[in-house]
């Protein structure tokens, strides 16, 4: 029988797939809109622009929240390619250092720990993954963190984060896949800078 962190891992990569394609119609009805009246605008701009970064942020959620299997892999260009899409036009820039391929267990674990880390970042900033030896580092820097001091600290402890809501399901997720994985989470959070080793 199918686990409960499994069920909801898949029922997040069904949703994400499902919604993924109307947001993609509404983009190529609006081009259709443009191209075949010639009408353009802000308005039209607005719709398309929203459609688009709406789409981007639910492919990086499909990989960051849905489910993984232990055979599936992700190129560092197919991962880059995501984090620019999400975050366009943004304040918060996300860089991923790593060339090839990882498995993409240990990728969603890493974009985990980025949307832990921009839970902190308010005014944005610059995140850079980076793995070496098989381990995962992720650093955050921007002119002043706000970090929910209680959220971080649970992550490097045996029982995890307690309490979660919406807003901070990503450090449960993030403590779970890394038990999974036998992997121990180490926290630094400063003032301007924060980091999350996996």
Do not use: K, Y
Not at 22 to 44: F, T
Not at 158 to 164: I, L
């Amino acid at each position: 029988m199918t686990d409960a962190g499994d069920l909801a891992a898949l029922v997040a990569s069904r949703l994400c797939h499902d919604l993924i394609s109307p947001l993609g119609a509404i983009g190529n009805g609006v081009e259709l809109m443009a191209l075949e009246g010639g009408r353009s605008g802000p308005e039209l701009a607005l719709i398309g622009d929203s459609a688009a970064q709406a789409a981007a942020r639910l492919r990086f959620l499909r990989v960051a929240f849905g489910a993984a299997a232990a055979d599936q892999r992700m190129g560092s260009a197919e991962v880059r390619a995501l984090l620019a899409e999400a975050w366009r036009g943004g304040r918060l820039r996300v860089d991923w250092a790593p060339q090839g391929d990882h498995a993409r267990r240990e990728v969603r674990l890493a974009l985990l720990a980025v949307l832990c880390l921009e839970a902190a970042m308010p005014r944005g900033g610059r995140i850079v993954a980076d793995e070496a030896g098989g381990r995962w580092t992720i650093a955050a820097e921007a002119p002043r963190l706000r970090p929910d001091a209680g959220p971080f600290a649970a992550l490097a402890t045996a029982a995890g984060p307690a309490g979660v809501t919406a807003g901070t399901v990503q450090f449960a997720l993030l403590h779970a896949g890394a038990q999974a994985l036998r992997r121990r989470i180490a926290v630094e959070v400063g003032d301007t800078r924060a980091v999350i080793a996996i």
